[in-house]
């Protein structure tokens, strides 16, 4: 079982970019796996403005050891100009779902 385990996310304006972002991370052995939520409803400040958009949050479990191949990964694939890419450290994970994390992001 790896040392770190991360959970990183993202969010996308169409379900369908979310969709296939979310294969293509998981074939590419960046997380096990991804999962997408919403839609959702975004307000932030762009350009001077406040906007308001409907949004997929796409949702990755990966190792340390991985996320910083998955951050370049959404940055390079994603079409935001300024992506929302965050991730945090999982402080407790199970010791079977650890295992079966490690297996999948084995380059």
Not at 25 to 37: D, F, K, M, N, P
Not at 41 to 64: A, D, H, L, P, Q
């Amino acid at each position: 079982m790896s040392d770190r385990y991360v959970q990183m996310q993202t969010t996308i304006g169409a379900r369908e970019r979310a969709e296939s972002l979310v294969v293509e991370v998981v074939e590419r052995r960046l997380a096990a796996c991804g999962q997408i939520v919403g839609p959702i409803e975004s307000t932030y400040w762009w350009n001077g403005r406040i906007e308001t958009e409907r949004e997929w949050m796409c949702v990755f479990k990966t190792t340390e050891r991985r996320a910083e191949a998955l951050e370049a990964f959404l940055l390079d694939a994603h079409p935001y100009e300024v992506p929302e890419v965050v991730g945090f450290r999982l402080d407790f994970i199970s010791h079977d779902y650890g295992d079966w994390i490690d297996d999948e992001t084995d380059e």
